[in-house]
C-alpha cells in the first residue's frame, strides 16, 4: 500500500503540521495526523537546513509527541515554528522545540495533566496512575525549560493543574523565545474543537464546535478510543 503524506511540504524547507498525534500510520483517521516517521521524513528532506513548521494540532499520543520532540530538538538547523490557531496538550509540548515561535493573537496554546483510558483492578490501575504522574514530570520539565523566569514554576504547576488556555500574549509572557504578530485568519483543524471537547478538555468561549461535520469527527473518535480499549491499549 502507498504511504500517504501526513506532513505537507508548503514550500522548500517549509512544512505543516496540522491534525491528531497518533503512535504510527496504523491510528491515522485522517490525512492530518501525524507520527513520529512522518516528521523524521521531514526533517531528512530538510537536510539540516533551517525550517519553517506550521502547526494547528489538538494533541494527541503522549509518547509520540515526546518522540517527535526529541526528534526536534535534535535537528541541526534552526526550526520556527508558527501556531496557526491551536496547540494543545503533547502538541504545546512539541512547539517549545522550536529555536523560535511565531504566535498571532488570536492562536491559543493548552497545557494540562497527561490523562489516559485505563481498565483493569486496582494494582493495574494504581501502576497506571504512576506512569501518568510520571509523565506529567516529563512535561514539566520541558516547560520549565522555556520559562521567562524560573521563578514562575510554581504558577506554571498551577496553570498545568487547571487545564489553562493561553492566547499569544499570555503564552509569550510564560514561555520565552515567542513573538506576538496580528491576528491571522486561523488554519483549519478539522474536529479539533470536537476531539477536545470529547475528551473532556475546558473550551474556551467560543471555540466548542457544534456543527454536523465536528459532531461526525468526535463520533469517529469515540470509535477510535473504544477499539483501542478492546485492544487492551
Known amino acids: 500500500m502507498q504511504k500517504r503524506k501526513f506532513l505537507n ?14 503512535m504510527d500510520e496504523g491510528y491515522k483517521w485522517s490525512d492530518d495526523d501525524v507520527c513520529p516517521s512522518d516528521v523524521l521524513e521531514m526533517l531528512r528532506e530538510a537536510g539540516g537546513n533551517d525550517i519553517l513548521l506550521h502547526v494547528n494540532s489538538p494533541g494527541g ?28 496538550s503533547i502538541a504545546s509540548v512539541i512547539v517549545l ?39 506529567d514530570k516529563s512535561m514539566l520539565e520541558v516547560y520549565q525549560k522555556r520559562l521567562n523566569h524560573p521563578e514562575d514554576t510554581d504558577r506554571l504547576k498551577e496553570k498545568i493543574a487547571a487545564e489553562t488556555w493561553m492566547n499569544a500574549r499570555e503564552t509569550a509572557e510564560l514561555f520565552s523565545g515567542i513573538t506576538v504578530t496580528k491576528a491571522d485568519k ?11 471537547d470529547m475528551l473532556g478538555a475546558k473550551l474556551p468561549d467560543g471555540m466548542k464546535e457544534t456543527d454536523e461535520q465536528a459532531q461526525l469527527e468526535a463520533q469517529k473518535m469515540r470509535m477510535r478510543l473504544r477499539l483501542m480499549e478492546v485492544e487492551g491499549e
Open 9 to 22: 511540504r508548503l514550500s522548500p524547507n517549509e512544512y505543516s503540521l496540522y491534525g491528531e498525534i497518533v
Open 61 to 88: 499520543d503522549v509518547f509520540s509527541g515526546f518522540a517527535i520532540y526529541n526528534q526536534l530538538m535534535a535537528y541541526p538547523g534552526k526550526i520556527t515554528v508558527k501556531i496557526e490557531g491551536l496547540a494543545a
Open 97 to 135: 522545540a522550536a529555536d523560535e515561535i511565531i504566535m498571532p493573537e488570536n492562536a491559543y496554546m493548552m497545557i494540562h495533566r497527561a490523562w489516559c483510558y485505563a481498565s483493569g483492578n486496582a494494582e493495574e490501575l494504581s501502576k497506571q496512575a504512576e506512569i501518568l504522574e510520571q509523565i
Open 186 to 196: 486561523i488554519a483549519a483543524c478539522a474536529g479539533a474543537a470536537a476531539y477536545l
